[in-house]
């Protein structure tokens, strides 16, 4: 459990704050979104999570741009069958590559591209039942911390994002220009720490 919760949810944290960052215009609207609603608190709580709308759709977006579990957890066909004309022995290990079919042209618009209103009017969510869109995997090994996961992220984001403006060292005109590298493990971590300026924003 620490060890598939905890790396996972802040690395998600990281590259939501990155894409943020490189998208200022993004930025700009979800935070917007998101002190209309703490306003009233001087804070957001884990209630008010359930009414933003693009928040959600910034974390779906960072979850398929940036899937921090690529190959989610080895798994062992249980039984013979045949796929898209393969065929696939019982008892083999199986590696799912979800970062590549979250990243698939013929899946996807413009798939390298940190666009979170493409989850706009979308049935796609976390369950698994749509296979392009597998983030915590599908089926009974999928991941069973979703629901604990997603606020354990979006909490801390909606904070940040209430209570600060953010830019890079660079300043906000060459903000695109923020590293997007991924290290190479079991995580899709950062391959550079993000450096990030935290302004304190008073409502
Ligand atoms: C953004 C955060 C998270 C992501 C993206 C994520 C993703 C995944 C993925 C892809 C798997 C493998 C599923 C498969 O192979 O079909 C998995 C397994 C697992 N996850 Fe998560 N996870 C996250 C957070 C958490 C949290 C917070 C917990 C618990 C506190 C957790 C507990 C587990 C456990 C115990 C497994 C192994 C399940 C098994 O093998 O039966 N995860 N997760």
Not at 110 to 115: D, H, I, Q, T
Request: one cysteine or more; charged letters at 25%; proline letters at 7%.
């Amino acid at each position: 459990m620490f060890l598939a919760g905890s790396d996972t949810t802040s690395t998600a944290l990281v590259w939501a704050m990155t894409e943020l960052i490189r998208h200022p215009e993004i930025m700009k609207e979800v935070q917007m979104e998101i002190r209309e609603i703490g306003k009233e608190n001087g804070c957001i709580k884990e209630d008010d999570l359930g009414k933003m709308h693009l928040m959600k759709l910034v974390m779906k977006e960072t979850l398929r741009l940036h899937i921090p579990g690529p190959l989610l957890i080895p798994h062992e066909t249980m039984q013979e069958t045949k796929l898209l004309g393969y065929d696939i022995p019982a008892k083999i290990r199986v590696l799912i590559n979800a970062w590549a079919i979250a990243r698939d042209p013929l899946l996807w618009e413009e798939p390298e591209e940190f666009r979170p209103k493409r989850f706009l009017n979308s049935s796609l969510d976390y369950k698994g039942n749509d296979f392009e869109y597998i983030p915590f995997g599908a089926g009974r090994r999928g991941c069973p911390g979703i629901l604990f996961a997603i606020p354990t992220v979006e909490l801390p984001l909606a904070n940040l994002l209430y209570h600060f403006n953010w830019t890079t060292r660079s300043g906000a005109p060459r903000a695109r220009d923020l590293d997007v590298t991924e290290g190479f493990g079991i995580v899709t971590y950062k391959k550079y720490p993000l450096v990030a300026i935290a302004t304190p924003h008073f409502s």
